[in-house]
């Protein structure tokens, strides 16, 4: 697996997308709650796909997002759906882009496994974080289900989900853990950024 496969693959998917998407409203309500979406907070929405969270989060009055993808299909088609001011998209690789901003509040949706190092993407996105800001990581499945429907359609550009144990264990390196749920309705791992002494790579 590498990241030009993944373009290709979400690339072609993104047509589509949308209207495979399922939505579950209680899910998607709680995850948005660990994630602390409210009002006048600023959003980094990672691996954003077509948009499918930018309703909820307008819904809850953020301040502003920015949302990033590394397919441009997947850009370019939320770019159609969505003008409101608040809302910056952005094509790239999340691990590499420079963003000048600070946000206050990290949402990676259903989209963890495609990301090759996942200790480096923590990382990277601590760096974009206030302190005090909150990396959330989310599926609305299990991790059992999720696994199951990766090893058939998206074998090819996806990792395994770890536990929520293993994860909270990359992100104590940079957060304090306060969420990590993994039952048969979704998988949430969530933390603040603290002050941290040294802040070398995650293995």
Same mark, same amino acid.
């Given at each position: 697996?590498?990241?030009?496969?993944?373009?290709?693959?979400?690339?072609?998917?993104?047509?589509?997308?949308?209207?495979?998407?399922?939505?579950?409203?209680?899910?998607?309500?709680?995850?948005? &709650? /660990?994630?602390?979406?409210?009002?006048?907070? *600023? %959003?980094?929405? !990672?691996?954003?796909? =077509?948009?499918?969270?930018?309703?909820?989060?307008?819904?809850?009055? !953020?301040?502003?997002?920015?949302?990033?993808?590394?397919?441009? #299909?997947?850009?370019?088609?939320?770019?159609?759906?969505?003008?409101?001011?608040?809302?910056?998209?952005?094509?790239?690789?999340?691990?590499?882009? &420079?963003? *000048?901003?600070?946000?206050?509040?990290?949402? !990676? /949706?259903?989209?963890?496994?495609?990301?090759?190092?996942?200790?480096?993407?923590?990382?990277?996105? @601590?760096?974009?974080?206030? #302190?005090?800001?909150?990396?959330?990581?989310?599926?609305?499945?299990?991790?059992?289900?999720?696994?199951?429907?990766?090893? *058939?359609?998206?074998? @090819? %550009?996806?990792?395994? #989900?770890?536990?929520?144990?293993?994860?909270?264990?990359?992100?104590?390196? /940079?957060? =304090? %853990? &306060? =969420? @990590?749920?993994?039952?048969?309705?979704? /998988? !949430?791992? *969530?933390?603040?950024?603290?002050?941290?002494?040294?802040?070398?790579? %995650?293995?």
């Amino acid at each position: 697996m590498d990241k030009q496969s993944i373009i290709d693959f979400f690339n072609r998917m993104a047509p589509q997308w949308d209207s495979n998407n399922v939505r579950d409203e209680e899910k998607i309500t709680a995850i948005l &709650d /660990y994630a602390g979406i409210k009002k006048n907070v *600023s %959003v980094l929405d !990672v691996a954003c796909g =077509t948009g499918v969270l930018i309703p909820d989060y307008l819904a809850r009055n !953020v301040k502003k997002i920015t949302a990033v993808d590394i397919s441009p #299909l997947m850009i370019d088609i939320a770019q159609t759906k969505f003008s409101d001011p608040r809302i910056k998209f952005l094509n790239d690789d999340i691990e590499a882009v &420079d963003i *000048s901003e600070s946000f206050d509040t990290c949402v !990676v /949706y259903n989209a963890f496994p495609h990301f090759l190092n996942p200790g480096g993407l923590i990382q990277a996105l @601590a760096d974009k974080l206030i #302190l005090g800001g909150r990396l959330t990581i989310a599926h609305s499945m299990s991790r059992e289900a999720l696994n199951a429907y990766h090893s *058939s359609a998206a074998s @090819a %550009v996806s990792i395994k #989900l770890m536990s929520e144990s293993e994860l909270s264990i990359l992100f104590d390196s /940079y957060f =304090t %853990v &306060d =969420t @990590a749920v993994s039952n048969e309705a979704m /998988y !949430v791992v *969530s933390g603040v950024k603290r002050i941290v002494d040294n802040l070398s790579p %995650v293995p």
